[in-house]
T-cell receptor, first 113, second 110 residues
Framework: DAGITQSPRHKVTETGTPVTLRCHQT?????MYWYRQDPGHGLRLIHY???????DKGEVSDGYSVSRSKTEDFLLTLESATSSQTSVYFC????????????FGPGTRLTVL | QKEVEQNSGPLSVPEGAIASLNCTYS??????FFWYRQYSGKSPELIMS????GDKEDGRFTAQLNKASQYVSLLIRDSQPSDSATYLC??????????FGTGTSLTVIP
């Protein structure tokens, strides 16, 4: 998985609770991404980062926030989880531009009850 | 209109046959095109990228790009049961994020 880890790998939580997912890379790549994958929708971009403290929204950013305080770590936070946020979340990295090949982490399966 | 469209399948082919997977995209200025393979319960892994019109071959895989028709395809020759997976097409319009199709499920029957 190109030196990418995600934690936790599985999580079950209740509606209204905060949740933070972590992505860690050892490749020193500039860009990091958070996607969610749902049946019938494919992979959809939530947020991405192009450097420390530099982030931007993707197509499904509502209800999510991100932070990147170090090159190697990119955090995704659900401030108040809802059942519609039950999904599989993938982190991805790319070397230096938005157009570079993206490599994916192993994923986190999140269930919100 | 979706940025990227794929036939969801399932597509079934016998072992040893050629599997043909297709993808269309809506943004004419798209410059980069990618095929990923995703096994059930796993993360997507890159198979091939293609940037220019024509064919690009890598082992048993051939990617074909036709920008005029806004069409990209993946051919898998001598299909093996281990090729059974979902194949994701991704398109990168100039200066913008990747857009992924919903994937085509392929089953190779021994």
């Amino acid at each position: 998985d190109a030196g990418i880890t995600q934690s936790p790998r599985h999580k079950v939580t209740e509606t209204g609770t905060p949740v933070t997912l972590r992505c860690h890379q050892t490749e020193n790549h500039r860009y990091m991404y958070w996607y969610r994958q749902d049946p019938g929708h494919g992979l959809r971009l939530i947020h991405y980062s192009y450097g420390v403290k530099d982030t931007d929204k993707g197509e499904v950013s509502d209800g999510y926030s991100v932070s990147r305080s170090k090159t190697e770590d990119f955090l995704l936070t659900l401030e108040s989880a809802t059942s519609s946020q039950t999904s599989v979340y993938f982190c991805a990295i790319s070397e230096s531009t938005l157009t570079d090949t993206q490599y994916f982490g192993p994923g986190t399966r999140l269930t919100v009850l | 209109q979706k940025e990227v469209e794929q036939n969801s399948g399932p597509l079934s082919v016998p072992e040893g046959a050629i599997a043909s997977l297709n993808c269309t995209y809506s943004d004419r200025v798209s410059q980069s095109f990618f095929w990923y393979r995703q096994y059930s319960g796993k993360s997507p892994e890159l198979i091939m990228s293609i940037y220019s019109n024509g064919d690009k071959e890598d082992g048993r895989f051939t990617a074909q790009l036709n920008k005029a028709s806004q069409y990209v395809s993946l051919l898998i020759r001598d299909s093996q049961p281990s090729d059974s997976a979902t194949y994701l097409c991704a398109v990168n319009p100039k200066g913008r994020q990747f857009y992924f199709g919903t994937g085509t499920s392929l089953t190779v029957i021994p």
